[in-house]
């Protein structure tokens, strides 16, 4: 369900590009919006993923499908960002700012994976693990808006 949202919510910045070609700061802060809004929804719905595994209210599958569709959405998002940065009409400003969209998108992927082989194996060395990249995906999240981080 996520997945069809933050696809949508892509789509929609994306068609909305020649509308805003005259207000080109409208397009950047609003792909900039989506863009946080998507990764912080899928560092939540990771985390209550994670949280319903252990207490049995998700199985394994059931679980793995959750996370894959997250790190499918991720992987489309991280789509978007490329090419965004070919792009010669991006400002130096803005593709910094994409590029930490873009190492935020690797972290999350990897806090996926994590999960993944937490969910495959509940190891204490892969919970630690999921925690470590759990905190890291947020804390790169967190940068970019100013939030705290953990």
């Known amino acids: ?3 069809v949202a933050a696809f949508v919510i892509a789509a ?3 068609s909305a590009r ?3 070609a005259e207000a080109s700061a409208s397009f950047e ?3 900039g919006a989506a863009s946080a809004f998507a990764m912080y929804n899928t560092q939540v719905v990771l985390g209550i993923t994670a949280d319903a595994f252990v207490k049995s209210v998700y199985s394994s599958e059931e679980a793995k499908t959750i996370v894959s569709e997250q790190k499918t959405s991720v992987g489309i998002l991280g789509d978007y960002v490329k090419k965004l940065l070919e792009l010669s009409t991006v400002n130096d400003s803005d593709k910094k700012y994409l590029k930490g969209i873009q190492v ?3 972290k999350l992927s990897e ?3 994590a999960l993944t082989a937490y969910i495959d194996n ?3 060395e892969n919970a630690g693990d999921f925690d470590t990249k759990r905190k890291a995906s947020y804390d790169s999240i967190a940068e970019l808006p100013g ?3 953990q």
């Open 1 to 3: 369900m996520l997945f």
């Open 12 to 14: 929609a910045v994306f």
């Open 18 to 20: 020649p509308a805003l």
């Open 29 to 31: 802060e609003a792909f």
């Open 104 to 106: 935020c998108l690797d």
């Open 111 to 113: 806090t996926a994976d």
């Open 122 to 124: 509940q190891s204490d």
């Open 147 to 149: 939030l705290d981080k």
